[in-house]
């Protein structure tokens, strides 16, 4: 869990002598994945020190545990997917508020099987009874196993639900402990050539409405309310490296850099694989797709994980990422040859 802040020093030039007393420390929860690359780019060329920002970043399994610690302002932001403890927090009034998109499709994400049952199970229909592992009951992972399995007729509750870290998840498949698990990049790849699951079932493909949101930049609304100037310095900050991220999506004159920056980061330390697989896409104006954010809300309502549907204001705060988005212009694809979709 505090692996990423001694790189984050390392990456800002802070230290005893050189620590500049008018930062602002800003205090983020972040779940791994291949999109952190935007954060680790506004690192990399200063865009939160030029800001005035010194951001000390742990590495968090699902923000469906650390939504209290988000509420409490333990954290100020966190980044991650949508989880159904974000609604039961805004329930209780508790002050929490999405300010941006993170990662929305083509995500990459797939629910992979035991080699072993790969001639065995066929269909979504035949996991009915098995074990599937989710990294959280109330994350967006486990919505994306519900929505595929409702496809084919079936629940959530005609499966034998197991909670996991994706850390966890290839020792599970190897041990036998798991029939299925839902994973995200980079896990995605590592378990493949591992050989330890095979991919069975794409969420890109098999998930509606589209393009859907998954994760978000979420921050304490008190926090928000009282500091708007260092929230807006925050957004317009992060959005230069979320555009550096993009440009690297569609192979532009930065990839390499970007590559550079994920591996010795640790996000995902075997370069060969990133350069293999097509990496998670996102909104390079962080867009928020509402008719996908109020549907995974509506899902965690009808299976009983949250409680209440709300409407798309009381969940999403876009104005701080709608002047970054104006004071950066328009996003305009380097490589024009990119087909890729997403990240437009």
């Known amino acids: 869990m505090r692996w990423m802040p001694w790189i984050l020093v390392a990456a800002l030039g802070i230290g005893a002598n050189a620590a500049n007393a008018q930062e602002k420390v800003i205090k ?148 036998g402990a798991i029939d299925a698990g839902i994973l995200i990049p980079p896990f995605v790849w590592q378990l493949e050539e591992q050989g330890l699951a095979v991919p069975f079932a794409s969420v890109d493909e098999l998930v509606q409405p589209q393009p859907m949101t998954i994760a978000v930049i979420m921050a304490n609304s008190d926090w928000v309310k009282a500091n708007p100037d260092l929230v807006q310095a925050y957004m317009t900050a992060w959005l230069k490296g979320v555009r550096e991220y993009c440009q690297a999506y569609h192979g532009g004159p930065n990839r390499q850099e970007v590559l550079d920056e994920l591996v010795n980061s640790k996000t995902e330390p075997r370069r060969e694989l990133l350069e293999k697989y097509p990496w998670p896409a996102r909104s390079p104006n962080g867009q928020v797709n509402v008719a996908s954010m109020l549907d995974i809300n509506k899902w965690y309502v009808k299976n009983k994980m949250s409680a209440v549907e709300f409407p798309a204001d009381r969940v999403i705060n876009s104005s701080f990422i709608e002047k970054a988005v104006a004071a950066a212009g328009p996003f305009q694809i380097q490589n024009k040859d990119s087909k890729l979709p997403g990240c437009r």
Do not use: C
């Open 28 to 175: 983020v929860g972040i779940a791994r994945s291949t999109s952190n690359a935007a954060e680790l780019m506004a690192l990399k060329h200063g865009y939160f020190k030029e800001a005035g920002i010194k951001l000390e970043w742990d590495d968090i399994d699902t923000t469906a545990n650390v939504i209290a610690l988000l509420a409490q302002n333990r954290y100020q932001i966190v980044a991650g997917g949508i989880s159904a403890g974000i609604f039961n927090a805004l329930e209780k009034n508790l002050p929490i508020t999405m300010l941006s998109d993170r990662v929305s499709t083509p995500i990459g994400h797939n629910l992979m099987l035991r080699p072993e049952l790969k001639d065995k199970v066929k269909s979504l229909k035949d996991l009915k009874g098995k074990v599937v592992a989710s990294n959280g009951q109330g994350s967006v992972s486990t919505y994306e196993v519900g929505k595929m399995l409702e496809r084919e007729g079936l629940t959530i509750n005609d499966v034998d639900l197991k909670i996991l870290p994706f850390t966890q998840m290839g020792i599970a498949f190897k041990n």
